[in-house]
């Protein structure tokens, strides 16, 4: 089997060069590194990959130009180039530890339903990786529940709903005939993953979490919105997901989510009850993901968009069919 480690960046030339130099120490070589770039806005960064290539001729890696922004662009670009079996999906600032390829590999070659195998992307803290232990397994709960332990370990090889695009990996073959990642998200394309992860599993395949496929997350500021809690991104990440949602619920399933997405809802985008814990909850316990009644209108108003975009996108398969 061939693997392609995909890697779009943008203006972190210097974590750039440490993650592509993790790539090129790997125990397991990848079949291709292909690395997306804006030469318009980030022309260090094509200079950090040209020299790379210049450095380790033997290690086929190739750039993948674009011209318009963002992550679904990006990812999409890649998976277009790509001619692996496998696409493995680190950000520019993770760095991947030796085996991290090597122990992601042994899933797929062992198992031919393995449709997504990811890691650990462990948080680094003042310099040093903050390795803590998962209290449960990435789950989506029916009808809306999104359980993430991505930066954690799990204590074995378990299975998973979804994964988080900062360290894992897709089978292509399911991946490009789910479309690839949707490209009707707002924003920064939140649940872009979710979306992904839910089209492999609908076409016959398991999702694993490995906890020896680790990278190290030093989560650099944004270029592009780099504030991921104002109101606009709450209202784009409620919209982004409400609308995945949809797209993989049945009739009933869609029902039910409404009404569990304004009572309940997610961290990032919260129903009543998250927003009214939250503001109880941030008097004894100062947590950034705590964010209160005053996220509820944003992402109330997101929940509806949402369901316009399921609309609208519903409207235009039935147009192409």
Known sequence: MKFSVFVPTLKRPD?????????????????????????????????VVDEFIAQHPLLPVRKVLLTEPGIVIAENAL???????????????????????????RHYEADERIGGVAGPAINVVNGASDERRARFRNRLIFPGLVMDQSTRH?????????FRGANMSLRIAPLRAHGGFERGLLGDCFRFELDASLGVTRRGFRLLFDPEVEADHHEAPRVLNPDRFNPETIHNNAANETFVLLKHYGAF???????????????????????????LLRLFWNNRYLLGVAAIGPAWRGRVRGRRMWREWRAKRATAA
């Open 15 to 47: 974590l750039l060069r440490r993650n592509l130099a993790a790539l090129a120490a790997q125990a397991r070589a990848p079949d291709e590194i292909l690395v997306s770039l804006r030469p318009d806005l980030d022309p260090e960064g094509v200079r």
């Open 253 to 279: 399933g869609r029902c039910c989510h409404v009404v569990f997405a304004f009572l309940v809802g997610n961290f990032p985008c919260p129903g009543l009850a998250w927003g009214v814990a939250g503001s």
């Open 79 to 105: 998976l277009a180039a790509a001619t692996g079996d496998v696409a493995c999906f680190l950000d520019d600032d993770a760095i991947a530890r030796p085996r991290w390829l090597a122990n992601l590999a």
């Open 154 to 162: 799990s204590a074995r090889v378990v299975e998973a709903d979804h």
